[in-house]
């Protein structure tokens, strides 16, 4: 006669959930305001949308993304505590270009085995995100894995849900030849490009995580996990017609991401002289011997977000003190094209 098995014989420990239920309950309670309906814990998330002031057509905005193998660098250093930021912000710059306030956000954990210090760290810093950023963490779901897992990895993925209203939708299609290009400055590599950032760190420079990286005061680890950078007091200046069209630089670098505001008949072009990459951008090229248009590609290069505008327009953005803390420059400009992207 066979043994009678438990859930636990599989490699899942329903214990551990119920133990971690109430600070994790907490977390997400934090973030919630009067247009939350229910209570932490049901089997979905309602989000009153009645009455939204300012709004004529509003229109809803969703985006899902995970924080890729930036995650990998949690397994080794220990650090937790970065990866809700990065999730968070990176949604809310997705739809933030086009216009978007961010009203709720909702996350996946695919793990191996529920580690109640683990899975507090994840969730306390998606919901301080989401704080940050006036977002409601409104569900989520945790999944423990063991067979897909290994031994103390996890994957962690968002989305996010935000509001616009159709006629101040951004989509580019206002750009046209002589307008200018303003480059936001990125807080690091962000959530992209790290599959060749450790590669390039680990295996070819043969550097671990708790290496100072040269001349920073820093480790590697920290250089590397600094949070992905929210842009949201961007959205003050998407309201009306000082914008015209904005890329969130992430996968694919300048090269498909600023080609996706443009309108057929335009190209930009990025002018790489304006700006000075970060440290670890340059160490990271010199090390790996990355060619320069594989860089520019595959990382932000140390601008999170460009924005399109009318050359009359420019000066309201390199001088607002709600961007001051981003640095915003002049990177580029828009020419007569087909909708390509070329770095000059």
Known sequence: MIESLRYLDGGV?????????GSIGEFVASTFNDRVLGKFGQFGGMFDITGLEGYERPVLVSSTDSVGTKVMIAFETGNHSTVGYDIVNHCVNDILVMGAKPLFFLDYIGIYKLLPDVANKIVGGLATACRQNGCVLIGGETAEMPDLYKK??????????????????IDGSAIVPGDLLIGLRSSGLHTNGYSLARKIVREIGGRNYDDEFEGSGKTFGQVLQEPHRSYFPLHAYLQ???VKGCA??????????ADRMLPPSCDAVIELATWQPDPIFTWLQKTGNVERDEMYHTFNMGIG????????????LLTASELRQFEPRRIGRIIAGTGRVALE
């Open 13 to 21: 420990d329903v214990g551990v959930w119920n133990s971690v239920k």
């Open 305 to 316: 977000m460009v924005v399109a505008v009318a050359p009359e327009d420019r000066d309201a």
């Open 152 to 169: 103390g990895e996890y994957d962690l993925v968002g989305a996010i849900v935000g509001l616009v209203d159709r006629d101040k939708v």
């Open 248 to 257: 969130h630089i992430t996968g694919g670098g300048f090269q498909d991401n």
């Open 240 to 242: 009306g017609s000082l």
